[in-house]
């Protein structure tokens, strides 16, 4: 497969994160079980065999994820985006140089390549009450002051796809936009936090309510420094459960991890209480985005922490049994 590139020198938000700066460049990403989204596999290059077309050819792409397969673009569209946004003049080659990805991406989002364009301005100070509002908790928000966004024009594409989600009870469509957020930042988070080896985020905690954390464990109370350290990470903030395990522990399995945690800890123990900012939708708090949260302890403790009892093996059936009793089961006609 041939692809065009562009030859224009790259252009980068000075307010934008920058990845190369913060993930090592031999980093590889887990794969995915599956990378045919929604079974589509019919993607066209949408002209970007025959022009430098690569930053216009993905917002098409993006386009056939967001419809799940339902729209693709014809090339004349593509095209016309091309040389909208980019100044290709359709015949000249010399007009040929591809597209600064900070720049389609800037027009996509102001000037709709699939959807809607709402303008408007807001007034510093000016707030109205909103609510009950269904949101991502699975619960109706309570009423409280928002800023109002005054909408002045609001223009579309033709056949424009209005880009929404819809909430309730989880898991809803938002907690895959989650756990892609989880994988995304796990490498950032690492970089200030090594000893973390991999994080979850249940859907039953709607992203603010649980994490689940395991460790390379190397001193005493290292798990109390982890939960810590998260509730001082941006958003993680709102972290209103913080589960810490050792490495050896599966996060993405949660029965595995509640197995383990309901056994490794003494409550009074290990179990950590403290104050601080909440997320707003948090109706139970006691007061509007202030209240507590929890960390568990749940790794293994050492004698450096206090504790002197021998600390147990997990049951594990040796593989003579294993290989014995599958031929038992074979033998048996249940194999």
């Not at 991502?136 to 579309?156: A, I, K």
Request: aromatic letters at 10%; charged letters at 20%; a negative charge.
């Amino acid at each position: 497969m041939n692809l065009m590139l562009g030859k224009k020198n790259a252009k980068f938000n000075p307010y934008a994160l920058r990845m190369t700066k913060y993930v090592d460049v031999a980093y590889v990403p887990p794969a995915f079980a599956d990378n045919t989204p929604y079974g589509f596999t019919n993607w066209g290059m949408m002209l970007n065999d025959l022009l430098g077309i690569c930053t216009i050819a993905a917002c098409g792409h993006a386009l056939q994820v967001f419809t799940k397969g339902a729209i693709t673009e014809p090339d004349v569209t593509v095209a016309s985006y091309y040389s909208k946004w980019c100044g290709y003049v359709v015949g000249d080659p010399a007009t040929d140089q591809g597209g600064n990805e900070e720049t389609v991406l800037s027009n996509w989002k102001t000037q709709g390549f699939a959807g809607h364009v709402l303008e408007g301005y807001v007034e510093i100070g000016e707030q109205r009450t909103e609510g009950p509002f269904g949101d991502h908790t699975g619960f109706y928000s309570l009423e409280d002051e928002y800023p109002v966004f005054h909408v002045t024009c609001v223009t579309h594409r033709k056949h424009p796809i209005y880009a929404t989600t819809i909430v309730g009870p989880p898991p809803m469509e938002d907690f895959y936009m989650g756990k892609a957020i989880e994988r995304i930042f796990l490498p950032l988070m690492r970089l200030q936090l090594p000893e973390i080896r991999d994080i979850s985020m249940p859907a039953e905690g709607v992203f603010h309510n649980l994490i689940l954390v395991s460790i390379r464990k190397s001193y005493p109370l290292h798990a109390r420094k982890v939960m810590h350290a998260i509730w001082g990470l941006g958003q993680a903030m709102f972290s209103k459960c913080i589960v810490v395990v050792d490495e050896d522990v599966d996060v993405q399995n949660v029965s595995e991890v509640a197995w383990k945690a309901l056994n490794n800890i003494d409550p009074e123990r290990d179990i950590q209480f403290v104050l601080g900012p909440v997320d707003s939708l948090d109706h139970s708090s006691r007061l509007p985005n202030y209240g507590s949260k929890m960390g568990i302890d749940a790794t293994r403790k050492w004698k450096e922490e206090g504790f002197v009892r021998p600390w147990p093996d997990v049951i594990e059936m040796p593989d003579e049994v294993k290989q014995r009793v599958n031929q038992l089961w074979k033998k048996a006609g249940l194999g």
